[in-house]
């Protein structure tokens, strides 16, 4: 842990008053560094993040938040002073090369994130109508030269206008055919910024290997690209899905095989570790291709387990809080935590529920990864949800770099 802060798992019986009385810090510290609401219950298990007051960070660190346009103003706000980069997800691009804008301006993030000293960076995705990955796409760009001189010069033209300073290359499922391909381009692209004063950033798949299989991975390659770029973004989660089973989102033993596997090819100091600013609740049993979790911020997944008295645990190998709970359909009586079901009708069904999320805990696990490896920076998917423990820990962790 950092100097000057403590990380404290709630027990039975503790209250705000209690805990804050055994550390000498005030409530209200408290109370808003863990974004806890009156009347200021706390879950079986919950861990707080305490600030002792003292700071003595490690060392600089690049951060980057990535967000869309509808973000509310508020959390941008109070987002800003923490991060060294501020992503604005996303331009996309039509196969010749033509750039097209978010559904929504982006003045507005652009002029604050210049406000707080924090980079704009355009977010380039090649998103088709649907708002998925499409490796048509980017196969008939990367591909075709003229279509990707033509992309360039409309990246330059929209961040000289708009007061960008990097462009951020977020391809996913990048045929293995197009792997090369997208090489060149990626180099092709920061050469170009790099000459005109800007940063190129790419990111990249959670690979373990060079030869891993799988479409997500067979077209990056992370010698070469962490050579073209300015730095990579690692995007170690997404381990705990939407579609998939229930479990961690970025459980810290398969995110340390995805670093242990980067810095044998890329520098550690062009390396930022993905963190995720999400968790899901699984409902149970898991039927693949029939369920589907839903996405919820971490204070979220705190009021759930407080609501239904359902004790947070944590998981040993995965570095992550979880919990279950069991709730009844039509809005009928819930279950308490030890599972006992109350007085809900025979006709009607009770769901059991599965929930990961991240906690302080979990977070403290992947900046001592960051420490370890000396990497050179952290980027959150994604910003939108406010979750003042993170930052303050980060604060604690680490100087931002501005």
Excluded at 303 to 316: H, L
Excluded at 321 to 328: D, V
């Amino acid at each position: 842990m950092p100097e000057g802060t403590a990380i404290y798992v709630v027990q039975r019986g503790d209250t705000v008053d209690s805990i804050a009385e055994g550390y000498g810090v005030s409530v209200e510290t408290i109370i808003r560094n863990n974004q806890i609401v009156y009347p200021y219950e706390l879950a079986l298990g919950q861990a707080l993040f305490i600030d002792l007051g003292t700071r003595q960070p490690y060392r600089s660190l690049r951060s980057t938040g990535y967000a869309y346009p509808y973000i509310n103003e508020t959390v941008l706000a109070d987002t800003l002073p923490y991060l060294s980069e501020l992503a604005i997800f996303s331009y996309g691009f039509t196969t010749a090369g033509e750039l097209l804008p978010p559904a929504l301006p982006d003045d507005w993030m652009i002029a604050m994130a210049l406000q707080n000293g924090t980079a704009p960076i355009l977010t380039l995705t090649p998103l088709d109508e649907q708002g998925r990955f499409s490796n048509y796409l980017i196969h008939n760009v990367v591909q075709n030269q003229e279509a990707v001189n033509l992309l360039i010069d409309n990246l330059l033209t929209v961040m000289t206008e708009k007061g960008y300073q990097g462009v951020d290359i977020d391809f996913e499922y990048i045929l293995a055919e197009d792997r090369d391909a997208f090489t060149d381009f990626v180099w092709q692209v920061a050469e170009r910024m790099r000459a005109n004063g800007y940063h190129t950033s790419v990111a990249l798949a959670p690979k373990t290997s060079a030869d891993q299989k799988g479409v997500l991975y067979e077209g990056k390659d992370y010698r070469a690209l962490g050579e073209a770029a300015d730095h990579v973004l690692l995007m170690t989660y997404e381990w705990g899905y939407t579609y998939g089973p229930p479990m961690a989102v970025a459980p810290l033993n398969q995110v340390r095989r995805v670093v242990e596997y980067a810095v044998t090819e890329i520098p550690p100091q062009k390396i930022d570790l993905g963190i995720p600013n999400y968790g899901y609740d699984w409902p149970l049993p898991f039927v693949r291709g029939e369920t589907m979790a839903t996405s919820i911020g971490n204070i979220q997944a705190v009021r759930i387990a407080i609501e239904q008295d359902a004790p947070i645990q944590f998981a040993d190998v995965a570095q992550s809080p979880f919990f279950t709970y069991l709730q009844a359909g039509n809005n009928a009586p819930q279950s308490g935590g030890g599972g006992n079901i109350i007085a809900v009708p025979e006709d009607i069904a009770v769901v059991e529920h599965e929930v990961w999320f991240e906690d302080v805990r979990s977070l403290q696990g992947k900046f001592d990864l960051i420490r370890e490896f000396e990497l050179g920076g952290c980027g959150y998917w994604q910003i939108m949800r406010w979750f003042a423990a993170n930052w303050e820990l980060l604060y604690k962790n680490f100087f931002i770099e501005k």
